[in-house]
C-alpha cells in the first residue's frame, strides 16, 4: 500500500492511494487538466482510478469531480449529504455510504468513514486499510472528538490537518467573521490541536506523518513541525509537510 498526496491546501486538495490492483483518489478539487498534470508526475494516468471519494462538499475538495467522472467514468463515492450540497453535474457512477457507517471496499481498499465537526452538510475523513496496512486521514475539522481518536488508533501512516497557528491567525490579514470560522468549532485544526489528536494516537507502528492543509496565511511549516515534534522527540525524523503546490511523491507504507 502506498499513497502520494497530489496537493493540499484551500487551493485544491486529493489524494492519490493504491493497493494491489487498486487505485483511488479521495477528494479532487483540482481541475482535471491540472489533475492530469500532478498525476503525471508519479506517473499515474487518470482513467487508472478506480474511485474518487469525497469527503465533503467544499470547492477546494470537489472542484474536479464531475469532469473527472463525465471523461472517465470514474466511480464517485460520497454520502448522501455531500453529495446534496455539492449539487454536481448528475454523474453516471455515483455510490453512496453511511458517514455514520461501518464503511465499504473499492477493489483491495476498504475505506472507514470517520464523522467529523466541520461547517460542511454531512463531513467526514477517512480510515484506509490495505495490503495489511492503515492510512488514517484527518483534515478539515475543528474540534479533537473522541471519536475521531478512537477511529485512528493503529494507524501505520497519518495525514493530519495542522491549518493554523492561532496568534498568526488572530494577527493575520483574515477578517474577524473568518477568523472565527477557521478557529472555531468546526473550522480547522491548529497546530496544538494537531499535536493533541496525535498524542492521543500516537504508537510504535506509526511510521509517517503528514502534516496537511497548512494555511499559506496564518502558519508557517516549522511551527506545525515544532507543535508536533513535542509529542515524541522521535517523531521528528518521521514527520513531513503535504505541500499546496508540490506533489509528495509516492510514500510506503
Request: net charge neutral; aromatic share 4%; charged share 25%.
Given at each position: 500500500m502506498r499513497f502520494a498526496v497530489l496537493g493540499s491546501g484551500s487551493r485544491g486538495n486529493a489524494t492519490l492511494i493504491e493497493s494491489g490492483e487498486t487505485r483511488i483518489l479521495v477528494d479532487c478539487g483540482f481541475g482535471l487538466?491540472?489533475?492530469e498534470r500532478r498525476l503525471a508526475e508519479v506517473d499515474v494516468r487518470a482513467e487508472s482510478i478506480a474511485a474518487v471519494v469525497i469527503t465533503h462538499e467544499h470547492?477546494?475538495?470537489?472542484?474536479?469531480?464531475?469532469?473527472?467522472?463525465?471523461?472517465?467514468?470514474?466511480?464517485?463515492?460520497?454520502?448522501?449529504?455531500?453529495?446534496?450540497?455539492a449539487r454536481c453535474p448528475e454523474v453516471g457512477r455515483l455510490r453512496l455510504f453511511a458517514g455514520h457507517g461501518r464503511g465499504f471496499?473499492?477493489?483491495?481498499?476498504?475505506?472507514?468513514?470517520?464523522?467529523?465537526?466541520?461547517?460542511?452538510?454531512e463531513p467526514c475523513q477517512l480510515?484506509?486499510?490495505?495490503?495489511?496496512?492503515?492510512?488514517?486521514?484527518?483534515t478539515d475539522a475543528g474540534t479533537v472528538t473522541p471519536r475521531m481518536c478512537d477511529a485512528l488508533q493503529d494507524?501505520?501512516?497519518?495525514?493530519?490537518?495542522?491549518?493554523?497557528?492561532?496568534?498568526?491567525?488572530?494577527?493575520?490579514?483574515?477578517?474577524?467573521?473568518?477568523?472565527?470560522?477557521?478557529g472555531g468549532p468546526f473550522g480547522h485544526l491548529s497546530n496544538q490541536q494537531a499535536a493533541q489528536l496525535l498524542r492521543a494516537v500516537?504508537?510504535?507502528?506509526?511510521?509517517?506523518?503528514?502534516?496537511?492543509?497548512?494555511?499559506?496565511?496564518?502558519?508557517?511549516p516549522e511551527l506545525a513541525v515544532a507543535a508536533v515534534s513535542g509529542v515524541d522527540g522521535?517523531?521528528?525524523?518521521?514527520?513531513?509537510?503535504?505541500?499546496?503546490?508540490?506533489?509528495?511523491?509516492?510514500?510506503q507504507l
Amino acid at each position: 500500500m502506498r499513497f502520494a498526496v497530489l496537493g493540499s491546501g484551500s487551493r485544491g486538495n486529493a489524494t492519490l492511494i493504491e493497493s494491489g490492483e487498486t487505485r483511488i483518489l479521495v477528494d479532487c478539487g483540482f481541475g482535471l487538466r491540472e489533475l492530469e498534470r500532478r498525476l503525471a508526475e508519479v506517473d499515474v494516468r487518470a482513467e487508472s482510478i478506480a474511485a474518487v471519494v469525497i469527503t465533503h462538499e467544499h470547492g477546494d475538495h470537489i472542484a474536479g469531480v464531475a469532469r473527472l467522472a463525465a471523461r472517465y467514468r470514474t466511480e464517485v463515492w460520497s454520502s448522501p449529504g455531500t453529495w446534496r450540497a455539492a449539487r454536481c453535474p448528475e454523474v453516471g457512477r455515483l455510490r453512496l455510504f453511511a458517514g455514520h457507517g461501518r464503511g465499504f471496499c473499492v477493489g483491495d481498499l476498504r475505506l472507514r468513514p470517520v464523522p467529523v465537526p466541520h461547517d460542511a452538510r454531512e463531513p467526514c475523513q477517512l480510515v484506509i486499510d490495505g495490503d495489511a496496512r492503515r492510512l488514517g486521514m484527518l483534515t478539515d475539522a475543528g474540534t479533537v472528538t473522541p471519536r475521531m481518536c478512537d477511529a485512528l488508533q493503529d494507524c501505520d501512516a497519518l495525514m493530519l490537518e495542522a491549518n493554523h497557528d492561532p496568534q498568526m491567525l488572530r494577527a493575520g490579514p483574515y477578517p474577524l467573521s473568518l477568523q472565527q470560522r477557521v478557529g472555531g468549532p468546526f473550522g480547522h485544526l491548529s497546530n496544538q490541536q494537531a499535536a493533541q489528536l496525535l498524542r492521543a494516537v500516537h504508537h510504535e507502528r506509526l511510521k509517517q506523518v503528514l502534516l496537511s492543509h497548512i494555511s499559506a496565511q496564518n502558519n508557517r511549516p516549522e511551527l506545525a513541525v515544532a507543535a508536533v515534534s513535542g509529542v515524541d522527540g522521535e517523531l521528528r525524523a518521521s514527520l513531513r509537510v503535504a505541500e499546496q503546490d508540490r506533489v509528495s511523491g509516492w510514500v510506503q507504507l
